[in-house]
């Protein structure tokens, strides 16, 4: 079946400009996650949602920054105002949600780079 | 939020060798997962450990939660060079956030 899909797999822009990136889940998972990660890091949690409705956004750094999941299934992450240091793989991941602990399945990023 | 520090960050290694890999924390966690990442790719889960002292085997690979569920190491017997990649522990903080160590890259030369 098909797995999580991340659309664009690359993205350029200019410092200043205002991106998005998508993510579609895999059908069914009702819980999705937007992480970040920086050359040589591992993932850092930016934002959880669980069916419409952000759960824990705890991880966004600053109001540049805002997601979007109107149907509960396909989610978007909009960035205004990029800066350089936004620059990095932005990574989304879908689970089941349940009791105990739930595999997140990843997809396969998109590259930012902010020039 | 609490910190996962991995060790080493960068291993390379001959085929045929064993390894071992940590993954440590001063705070508890309720579980730890392991996963390995391709470049290029995401992150594809390998184990999940939840129990303190916990020891679960993936073919040649041993994981190990500690005592405390504080930390956990990998341990690869006999590495391949299919092995090669990046491998991230990530405890669960609460019931759906993942953290994440820095990784630990991994090379094994032919």
């Known amino acids: 079946g098909a797995g999580v899909s991340q659309t664009p797999s690359n993205k350029v822009t200019e410092k200043g400009k205002y991106v998005e990136l998508r993510c579609d889940p895999i059908?069914?998972?009702?819980?999705l996650y937007w992480y970040r990660q920086s050359l040589g890091q591992g993932p850092e949690f930016l934002i959880y949602?669980?069916?419409?409705?952000?759960?824990?956004d705890s991880g966004l750094p600053n109001d540049r920054f805002f997601a979007v999941r109107p149907e509960g299934s396909v989610s978007t992450l909009k960035i205004q105002r990029t800066e350089r240091g936004d620059s990095a793989v932005y990574l989304c991941?879908?689970?089941?949600f349940g009791a105990g602990v739930n595999e997140q399945f990843f997809g396969p990023g998109t590259r930012l780079t902010v020039l | 939020t609490q910190l996962l520090e991995q060790s080493p960050q960068f291993l390379s290694i001959q085929e045929g060798e064993n390894l071992t890999v940590y993954c440590n924390s001063s705070?508890?966690?309720?579980?730890l997962q392991w996963y390995r990442q391709e470049p290029g790719e995401g992150p594809v889960l390998l184990v999940t450990?939840?129990?303190?002292?916990e020891v679960k085997k993936l073919k040649r690979l041993t994981f190990q939660f500690g005592d405390a569920r504080k930390d956990s190491s990998l341990h690869i017997t006999a590495a391949q060079p299919g092995d090669t990649g990046l491998y991230l522990c990530?405890?669960?903080?609460?019931?759906?956030?993942?953290?994440f160590g820095q990784g630990t890259r991994l090379t094994i030369n032919p």
């Open positions: 991941a879908s689970s089941l």
């Open positions: 059908s069914g998972h009702t819980a």
């Open positions: 949602f669980q069916g419409t409705g952000a759960a824990d």
């Open positions: 705070s508890v966690f309720s579980s």
């Open positions: 450990v939840v129990t303190g002292g």
């Open positions: 990530a405890g669960a903080e609460g019931a759906q956030k993942l953290v």
